[in-house]
């Protein structure tokens, strides 16, 4: 180490000077380079997005059977709002907005490469308070800001359109079911009055005899229950744990209807059937109509808490930082150039074939880089 510090001391001319000349050239660059402003939007997510809202009603109707049967799984969060800005779509959206194609002077015009640079650009994440950031970065302060408000736009956009879709995939499969209940209602309708025309006969329509409507009523919360775990089966997957206690909670039901007895036989066979579509009726019809209005209603789901704003600073490249980057390198260098003359300097001295070997070596690539 001494003799390392008193290498650096003979030659501390050329150290100043290489840490003078690396300073220039770092205040040089930090003075060309193109500072770039920031901008950020902050989104707010919506506080509920339940994909089954319209069986929350059911919940009041399970209150009264055993265990975990009253409770009916919701699904509380919002589509994956990162993977939705970083998709290609967005990109490409916004790319084509903003021309980003010429803004970020791309030679071949290449989407791929415009696209890498706008995610260079680009940052989103979430916050420790749950809220959406959109940060922005861009030479012009005025496009920063619109970049980052269009991407909270973009959002909000393509998010309805997964929801709107989704609560048309849900309208269609309980429109389906409800279609169904109704062809099974007419035939059990059919079926009791063949029995007491040709019986002569009139059977009690109320069911409160031998326990038919709570039979009923239970028989109709697993059929919504099925509904239930169809839809989730189809947006989650088989493997979500929240299918998996839809689909655990729907045996227990059908667990539950098995411990009742068969009532009856004839007449209240069929009038149980009756009673059983329904009971269904009764759930699937504001059910299909809950469908329908999620379907179609037009509220935004994901709100602009703080619209981006021109920056009034450029945010980096920080000056102070390339020009410590560039003394720092500036040290390196010098501190090499002095050890490796230093270097020469001693072989010289005490091996005088080495540095002749070194001299030869230097003439064969001098030759080499004229010829």
């Known amino acids: 180490m001494l003799d390392l510090l008193l290498v650096l001391a003979r030659w501390r001319k050329t150290l100043v000077i290489g840490i003078l000349a690396s300073m220039i050239v770092g205040i040089g660059l930090a003075f060309i380079v193109k500072r770039e402003y920031k901008s950020v939007a902050r989104v707010l997510p919506p506080k509920e997005t339940n994909t089954l809202s319209g069986l929350a009603g059911l919940a009041s109707l399970a209150k009264s059977l055993p265990g975990n049967l009253a409770r009916f799984g919701k699904n509380e969060d919002p589509y994956d709002f990162v993977a939705i800005l970083r998709s290609r779509t967005i990109l490409e959206d916004v790319i084509a907005k903003f021309d980003l194609i010429r803004v970020y002077d791309i030679p071949d015009a290449s989407i791929e ?48 359109e997964l929801l709107t879709q989704e609560a048309r995939n849900n309208r269609v499969f309980i429109e389906q079911r409800l279609a169904q209940n109704r062809e099974d ?14 019986r002569g006969m009139v ?39 929240q299918y998996m206690q839809a689909q655990l909670e729907l045996s227990m039901i059908s667990k539950e209807l098995s411990r009742f007895p068969e009532i ?44 981006a704003k021109p920056g009034e600073r450029p945010d980096r490249p920080r000056r102070l930082v390339i020009v410590a980057i560039a003394v720092f390198l500036g040290i390196v260098v010098s501190s090499i150039v002095v050890v490796l003359r230093e270097h020469v300097a001693h072989l010289r001295a005490s091996s005088p074939e080495e540095y002749q070997k070194l001299l030869a070596l230097g003439r064969i690539f001098r030759f080499r880089a004229r010829t």
């Open 113 to 160: 490469k415009a696209m890498k640079a706008l995610v260079d650009n680009t940052e989103v994440d979430w916050t420790e308070e749950n809220v959406l950031e959109i940060r922005v970065w861009d030479v012009d302060a005025q496009r920063a800001a619109a970049m980052a408000n269009y991407y909270a736009d973009l959002l909000n956009k393509r998010n309805f």
């Open 264 to 307: 009856g036989i004839g007449s209240l066979r069929l009038l149980r059937e009756v009673l059983i579509q329904q009971k269904i009726m009764e759930m699937m019809v504001p059910l299909y109509e809950q469908a329908r209005i999620n379907e179609h209603k037009d509220v935004p789901v994901a709100y602009l808490l703080d619209p």
């Open 185 to 198: 209602l007419r035939m059990a309708e059919d079926s009791l009055q063949g029995y007491q025309e040709r």
């Open 203 to 241: 059977v009690p329509s109320d069911g409160s005899a031998s326990g038919l409507s709570s039979f009923a009523e239970l028989y109709a919360i697993r059929v919504k229950k099925e509904i239930e775990v169809g839809i989730l089966r189809r947006t989650l997957g088989e493997t979500h744990p």
